[in-house]
């Protein structure tokens, strides 16, 4: 058996698909997350699971269990125009948990990796912007990488004042202005939910005392600095609005301009955080304040290091679609999977064997279980015991491996939501309701996603499974939200295969998952490659 090492492990959906061909042996996953590190290991009892992979000695590893020779994953990737000030920390740690991905192979030295990751991984969407540590690297010409100019507007021209473009290129003056965290927390929820009145007025209420005590702290007027100005303006409307002097609508006009200087002062503030390279900052035509920065795609990136060097991978990567490998639901993820050049020069994607006339669907999947019971509190969930039934599909049947049924929770369903429950037929969403059944929920409903009181259609597949609790997804026939079981089961997971935590957190573990079935045809056409190699070359297990 080939031994593996799992980074980004989560509730274990990729070493599942591995282990279920009995190739591969899991010696070793990372998981930092608590809940999902709970469910690998109930589930994975075998598995030494660690937590921080930042930490990781894989020294240690190989003294332990011997050579490692696949490394499979997928490292968390969120590009720097993504970060917002409420994942202060999104550009660096996310960046960095893909290097780590990297570091991994780098030091391991496995003959093969398998990197899953989101679909856009290949698109603009997915960029590095070039740091001090990489421009180094690059500078000496070992690597072979696509680079382009971006430029990342810190101000729209609207709210262009003096003195900007001198503030943003200074980290002691961005420091001296820019608000605590919790101030421009507190204040940023109130702007967000301007759009919706009855929800301003919501966020007003919870964060009256906060907002109150920065209107203190703010409530001198500095004349001859900008910033200070519209800080002095947007906190005193705030006291305004509580003493009943103006509404709504004023009050975000009034707090609009500081709120922007704040995220201009943010985003430079996470360029100087993440050292990265700036070429300039100058103004566009518009008047918008903008920072030029070379960036690179992430999948590029990673082509670059595992494939440049002497000792590199072979690399091929594709965007696979779950419902071609058998999955009831159609889910594309990125997938890349490097072999040592020295073992091959040909890197083979799997093929789906399933087509559009015989996909599986939500029926096949979860029809076996519309009659048996749900609960609603995780507390209650001693296992329901199943009754053999006739009428069920080929894949409801692999999956049904157990004779207790745990996970089949679902959320409490109030008042409205049923109202909007009953309105909704198979296949429809929260836009095919009346114009009275979407008032007073979300902050714009025309810009609602489509999965969002999404009624499943029995006869199809289903869209990507996400946090369905947080979709409010509804069962196909039955006026109730999906349950947990239900979208693992979307998500072919096994009913043996049990998740841990709260409901929300167990909801979350199964939208976060690799398909296992999708992740078995990855682990087999993987398998069958390293195989050929070894009837060829020899031995890589015993290597």
């Known amino acids: 058996m080939y031994k593996v090492v799992d980074l980004f492990a989560g509730a274990g959906g990729l070493s599942l698909g591995f282990m279920q061909t009995k190739k591969y042996d899991i010696k070793v996953a990372f998981e930092n997350n608590p809940n999902m590190q709970a469910t690998y290991k109930k589930n994975h009892a075998s598995v030494d699971v660690r937590g921080d992979v930042c930490s990781a000695n894989y020294d240690e590893i190989r003294e332990k269990y011997g050579k ?16 917002n000030r409420q994942k202060n920390h999104a550009i660096s740690q996310n960046n960095m948990l893909v290097k780590q991905y ?47 100019k971006t430029k990342i507007v810190l101000l729209d021209g609207e709210y262009k004042f003096d003195g900007a473009k001198m503030i943003a290129e200074s980290l002691s003056a961005i420091t001296a202005n820019i608000w605590p965290e919790d101030c421009y927390l507190a204040l940023n929820v109130v702007y967000k939910a301007a759009k919706n009145s009855k929800k301003m007025l919501k966020a007003l209420k919870k964060h009256k005392k906060k907002l109150l005590e920065y209107a203190d702290v703010y409530s001198e007027k500095d004349t001859d600095n900008d910033i200070t100005c519209q800080t002095y303006r947007a906190f005193d409307a705030v006291k305004q609005f509580f003493e009943g002097k103006i509404e709504t609508g004023a009050l975000k006009n009034e ?9 201009m002062l943010s985003k430079s503030k996470e360029i100087f955080d993440n ?79 399933f087509s559009e006339e015989n996909y599986r669907t939500v029926r096949d999947a979860i029809g076996d ?20 039934v006739d009428d069920i599909s ?42 009275a059944l979407k008032v007073n929920t979300y902050t714009d409903a025309k810009r609602t996603q489509n999965t969002i009181y999404l009624r499943l259609a029995y006869d199809q597949p289903s869209g990507t499974v996400v946090n369905v609790r947080k979709s409010m997804w509804i ?68 290597g």
């Open 68 to 83: 490692i020779d696949v490394v499979i994953g997928g490292p968390p990737c969120q590009g720097f125009s993504n970060a």
């Open 102 to 148: 990297i570091r991994a192979i780098r030091e391991l030295q496995p003959e093969a990796f398998v990197m899953e990751n989101v679909s856009m991984l290949r698109s603009d969407v997915h960029r590095f912007y070039l740091d001090e540590a990489d421009n180094e690297l690059f500078s000496q010409g070992k690597y072979d990488i696509h680079m382009q």
């Open 255 to 263: 707090i609009e301009p500081a709120i922007m200087i704040q995220r």
């Open 275 to 353: 050292h990265l390279v700036v070429d300039k900052c100058d103004y566009t035509e518009d008047g918008d304040l903008v920072a030029h920065i070379k960036s690179y795609a992430v999948y590029d990136y990673i082509k670059a290091i595992l494939g440049n060097e002497k000792d590199g991978y072979e690399i091929n990567q594709d965007v696979l679609c779950a419902v071609d490998f058998g999955a009831p639901q159609k889910r594309n993820r990125f997938i890349a999977i490097g072999i040592k050049k020295a073992l091959t020069n040909t890197v083979e994607i799997p093929k789906g064997k």
């Open 369 to 388: 279980l519309q009659k048996v019971q749900t609960v609603t509190e995780v507390k209650d969930d001693i296992g329901t015991p199943l009754e053999s």
């Open 394 to 435: 080929e894949l409801g049947r692999s999956l049904r491996d157990t004779d207790k049924l745990y996970n089949h929770i679902i959320t409490n369903t109030r008042e409205t939501a049923m109202e909007r429950f009953k309105a909704i037929k198979q296949g429809e969403n929260f836009h095919s309701l009346d114009e």
């Open 475 to 542: 069962h196909p026939e039955l006026n109730r939200a999906v349950s947990v079981r239900e979208a693992a089961r979307l998500q072919t997971f096994p009913d043996s295969f049990v998740f841990c935590g709260t409901k929300d957190k167990q909801y979350q573990q199964v939208g976060n998952a690799v398909p296992p079935i999708m992740a078995k045809a990855i682990a087999e056409s993987l398998a069958k490659q390293l195989e050929q190699i070894e009837d060829r070359l020899g031995s890589i297990k015993n």
